[in-house]
């Protein structure tokens, strides 16, 4: 079963930085888009930033500037570097991806769990 996992969140002061991964376990065929959104309790969930599987990226106005993202296709992997942090940065960040995995060659929507990021002094 094909599953997303984040990981490299935690707890940060104002300023510091963070990288979070996010890997895709299982039989991959292929990958498409891969994005990191961010939710805040009683808020919608927001996109952050997305990369393309031919490396374009492109971010959220707010985030434009102090996060970068990043993919590694054959480790299965996307990551967030975020730099700078906001106490309004905290949020849960989870990944999304369009993967194949079957041999239909069809893409499918899939999210990881999520990882907790915290800006705090």
């Known amino acids: 079963q094909v599953q997303l996992a984040e990981s490299g969140g935690g707890l940060v002061g104002p300023g510091g930085s963070l990288r979070l991964s996010c890997a895709a376990s299982?039989?991959?065929?292929?990958?498409?888009?891969m994005r990191w959104y961010r939710q805040v309790p009683g808020k919608q969930r927001e996109l952050v930033a997305y990369i393309e599987a031919d490396g374009v990226a492109d971010y959220a106005d707010s985030m434009a500037g102090r996060f970068s993202i990043s993919r590694d296709n054959a480790k299965k992997t996307v990551y967030l570097q975020m730099n700078s942090l906001k106490p309004e940065d905290t949020a849960i960040y989870y990944c999304?991806?369009?993967?194949?995995?079957?041999?239909?060659?069809?893409?499918?929507?899939?999210w990881g769990q999520g990882t907790q990021v915290t800006v705090s002094s």
């Open positions: 299982g039989t991959v065929f292929g990958i498409g888009m």
């Open positions: 999304n991806a369009d993967l194949s995995v079957t041999l239909d060659g069809r893409y499918r929507d899939y």
